[in-house]
């Protein structure tokens, strides 16, 4: 039992490329996320999907792209990477996008992106 | 609305106390407590509904104040493994599916 997985985890981009994370759940669950963490900033939702079809923005969209693939896959694409964008990317999911008492959200180990 | 996380960092000796707050200027519904460990990914702990129950986890626990929109994360007796970085995340109490939205965290150094 894998719970999410996201690659790659480490990438350098060149200013103006595109690359696309990649993120899949097997616990089943409806809500998938996508943060990312800045020091000092804590985590931040860049877009998240409350359910297989939807997708939502979140604090900080700009420069970003999702796809819900499926209930499994939620992946986050990067059209044209700015040195804005260097930072830590998080997926998460969650039973329902309303989280409570046995229902929490779980984040995968982290993708590190660097635009040089 | 990004809740508010004091103090920002806390260095102690193993076996102190720390207290880490979290307010909000919104309605809450719920107040969730996570670790993250240097690069790790964070680690739930607790949640808290609104109701101002407390709850624990070994020596760590947490309460939450409805009327203020506050939740404090209380660790006693600290030990070397508590280091890291702690974050709340808060769901506001708006009648409908809201977002968990986190705090800028606290890190909590940890030394023997």
């Known amino acids: 039992n894998a719970g999410v997985t996201q690659t790659p985890k480490f990438q350098v981009l060149k200013t103006g490329q595109s690359m696309t994370l990649q993120c899949a759940q097997d616990m089943n669950h409806n809500s998938m996320y996508w943060y990312r963490q800045d020091p000092g900033m804590g985590l931040r939702l860049i877009y998240y999907?409350?359910?297989?079809?939807?997708?939502d923005k979140g604090e900080v969209p700009n420069g970003y792209n999702v796809s819900r693939l499926n209930k499994r896959e939620f992946s986050l694409r990067l059209e044209s990477a700015a040195p804005s964008q260097t930072s830590v990317y998080f997926c998460?999911?969650?039973?329902?996008?309303?989280?409570?008492?046995?229902?929490?959200?779980?984040f995968g180990e982290g993708s590190w992106l660097t635009v040089v | 609305q990004q809740p508010v996380q004091s103090p920002q960092a806390v260095i102690l000796r193993e076996g102190e106390d720390a207290v880490i707050n979290c307010s909000s200027s919104k309605a809450l519904y719920s107040v969730h407590w996570y670790r993250q460990k240097h690069g790790e990914a964070p680690v739930f702990l607790m949640i808290?509904?609104?109701?101002?129950e407390q709850k624990g986890h070994d020596k760590i626990s947490a309460s939450f104040n409805e009327k203020k929109q506050q939740s404090s994360l209380y660790l006693t007796a600290s030990q070397l493994s508590y280091s890291g970085t702690y974050f709340c995340g808060t769901e506001a109490d708006q009648g409908g599916s809201e977002k968990l939205v986190f705090g800028k965290g606290t890190k909590l150094t940890v030394n023997p």
């Open positions: 808290l509904l609104k109701g101002g």
């Open positions: 998460a999911s969650s039973e329902h996008l309303r989280v409570g008492p046995g229902n929490t959200i779980y």
């Open positions: 999907s409350a359910s297989e079809g939807t997708t």
